[in-house]
């Protein structure tokens, strides 16, 4: 029996101690349980878990060229750049001789460092590279830029057929230092050029033959002052500042510049000069970009007073879902047109699949349990790297809808990319504005969460949910399914019930902090729910893993018992969310089955859940306004749950191990 006791502001708590768990049973099971499986039943999308994030792949790029000194704007670039994580830096700068290379393995102040007493300081044309490994673990020599006869250059992305290019080039001589694609792209690109004699055409010509997806930013030892930038399926930035013009592989870098950006179309090549920027595309004459003007301000990405980026983004949700709602209501009633999308689209729905990686691909769980029970449609949910390989079925009616915070993750387009050949219609829900992804959808809702600088997201997963559940809304509106009062109603919910209910539970930090005080030394955490609740133990349990290094499973509370029971010993934490009080009663019966076995059960659920039961240890109660305003406190909840474990554990919160921001690759 629990030892509950009454705390203040309806929170319940705790049982003091804490205790190790065995590792020894566990380890074996956990990688056999190392996917993520959605597995598709008439319609609903069911879930195992034991997900492992896929490892997340991008480098940095920042280029800049003109009156200034150039080497200082590519270090502040730089370290705009490292929250997307990497293991070595490096710069490329042109003085009046020749083009110098400084590059480390480690961080940007080891490069800052070497750079201090370097001529290098002194140019006016660089480029930089913060390097994340894929080809070639990290060190010195694998760090970009690479040079191989008069072309530097640095690359964003995996070039999958370099092998065979490589042994073309060691037959004919080519020299190579490194174990990188990117030095083998740089020699290809070097032959090219040796050949032709014209930075434009050889980089065409070169670019040709690599298969996979790049942004290069590339100079030539013979045209100092230039830097060439082309990208097939990694993006790449341009600038135009007072002072010159820039390039980068996200607009972040840019911030502390300028706001006038433009973003290079795939295939084509641009050329900045201090002076003058032009684009060149196949098809038409040279050009200049059309400049546009970025809303965000350099503070977004800033930390604005919080110790983390994680902190201070878990803590802008209620106005990150006001920003992403409230442009779809009018007159109290859901209302996409602004986005394109007016009610006749909606009505022609019959069923939808959703696509997306990691915690997108959970928040499109929870977006799919909302489309089918307030709108009745039946859906699919999908692990975009599998979608492809399904295969799919679409039918007349069928509508993708793609879930991307970036907008650029490999995975999620390669999926769109599919449903596009084979004439499905594509919606992208996606935060960063502008990206390929929302650029190749038929059509798109930003969430407009602003940028998301922790590696984890929050808010872009809570706008992402809370963008479903107005689509839902519409649709059962649409359909003729609930009334316009009703309709109403739930809006009102999302609008104003949630960023009340997400405020309310940030204000308990401390009651959390005592839930991540029992968690954080133990290596293995249980999360379990029903409906809804399930999914968001996705989400909980994928956040304290990547975040904290504490394995974790979300586990459907029922499904517990044909298996994964065995693991439960004595003082195993076993987290419940119930924000469904259909769900309870359920759920409490498989807290038992738990407690019997001796977890230390702690139960996430709302206020007017009357649970006069002895099977947790402790509960933390949240807003009951409605359903959607407590689905939105547990998310807020487990997000700092996670967040104070990992601050007790000392990890890097912002930037955990072996992950970065964004995955521009397979
Ligand atoms: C986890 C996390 C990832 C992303 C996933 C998809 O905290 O951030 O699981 O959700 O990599 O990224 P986007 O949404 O950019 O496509």
């Known amino acids: 029996m629990g030892n509950r006791k009454t705390m203040p502001a309806a929170f319940i708590k705790i049982k003091g101690h804490q205790c190790h768990l065995k590792k020894a049973i566990l380890g074996m099971v956990f990688s056999l349980c190392s996917k993520y499986k959605i597995r598709k039943g008439n319609g609903r999308a069911e879930s195992h878990f034991c997900s492992a994030i896929t490892v997340y792949i991008m480098c940095g790029i920042i280029g800049y060229t003109g009156n200034s000194c150039a080497s200082p704007k590519i270090t502040k670039g730089l370290s705009v750049l490292e929250y997307r994580g990497y293991d070595s830096v490096g710069i490329a700068a042109a003085n009046e001789n020749e083009i ?260 997108a691909t959970h928040a499109g769980l929870a977006g799919g349990y909302f489309l089918e029970k307030l709108a009745k449609i039946p859906t699919s949910s999908y692990i975009a790297s599998e979608y492809r390989y399904t295969p799919p079925i679409a039918t007349d009616g069928t509508l993708v809808i793609l879930i991307s915070q970036s907008g650029e993750t490999a995975d999620t387009l390669a999926a769109l990319r599919y449903a596009k050949a084979h004439n499905i219609p594509t919606l992208a829900i996606v935060n960063a504005v502008e990206t390929t992804i929302a650029r190749e959808a038929d059509y798109k809702i930003y969430t407009y969460a602003g940028p998301e600088i922790a590696v984890a997201t929050t808010k872009g997963y809570c706008t992402q949910v809370s963008v479903l559940y107005m689509i839902a809304v519409a649709i059962a509106h649409q359909k003729g399914d609930i009334s316009d009062q009703t309709a109403k109603e739930l809006v009102e919910n999302i609008s104003q019930g949630a960023p009340k209910a997400i405020s309310h539970i940030l204000s308990q930090r401390n009651i959390l902090t005592e839930i991540a005080k029992k968690l954080y030394r133990h290596e293995h955490v249980f999360y379990i729910g029903r409906g809804i609740d399930f999914h968001i133990c996705a989400e909980a349990s994928l956040k304290l893993k990547e975040i904290s290094y504490i394995h974790s499973e979300a586990y459907a509370a029922g499904e517990l018992k044909h298996g994964t029971i065995s693991l439960i010993e004595n003082d195993t934490p076993v987290i419940a969310i119930v924000t469904e009080n259909r769900l309870y009663e359920k759920t409490e019966s498989n807290l038992r089955e738990v407690k019997s076995r001796g977890a230390d059960v702690i139960l996430i659920c709302r206020d007017d859940i009357s649970s006069d039961n002895h099977s947790t240890d402790s509960v933390l109660t949240i807003p009951s306004t409605s359903d959607v305003a407590s689905v939105f406190a547990a998310i807020a909840a487990v997000q700092i749950i996670a967040f104070d474990a990992a601050l007790l554990r000392n990890c890097d919160i912002d930037r955990p191990r072996n992950l970065a921001k964004s995955v521009t690759v397979e």
């Open 100 to 359: 110098s290379i400084i590059k480390c393995k480690g961080r940007i102040t080891s490069l800052e460092e070497k750079l201090s007493d370097s001529l290098l300081q002194e140019s006016h044309t660089a480029i930089g590279h913060t390097r994340w490994a894929t080809h070639g673990g990290p060190s010195d020599t694998n760090a970009h830029p690479h040079r191989v006869g008069d072309v530097v250059l640095v690359h964003n992305g995996i070039i999958e057929n370099y092998m065979e290019i490589k042994k073309e080039l060691t037959e004919s001589g080519v020299k190579f230092s490194s174990e990188t694609d990117t030095e083998v792209a740089a020699a290809w690109i070097n032959r090219c050029y040796c050949n032709l004699k014209d930075p434009i055409p050889a980089i065409r010509e070169a670019c040709s033959r690599f298969t996979g997806s790049y942004a290069f930013a590339i100079m030539f030892e013979n045209l100092k002052g230039e830097i060439y930038a082309i990208r097939r399926g990694s993006p790449l930035i341009l600038a135009e500042g007072k002072d010159g013009y820039y390039l980068a592989s996200d607009i972040t870098a840019l911030l502390p510049f300028t706001p006038k950006y433009h973003i290079l179309d795939e295939n084509s090549i641009a050329c900045l000069k201090s002076n003058e920027i032009k684009i060149f595309s196949d098809s038409k004459d040279a050009c200049i970009p059309e400049w546009k003007i970025t809303s965000i301000t350099p503070e977004a990405a800033q930390k604005g007073g919080f110790s983390h980026f994680m902190l201070k983004e878990i803590h802008e949700q209620p106005e990150a879902i006001l920003k992403s709602v409230s442009p779809r209501i009018i007159n109290g009633l859901p209302d996409f047109s602004g986005d394109g999308i007016h009610g006749d689209f909606w009505k022609k729905i019959k069923n939808i699949q959703i696509v997306a990686c990691g915690s």
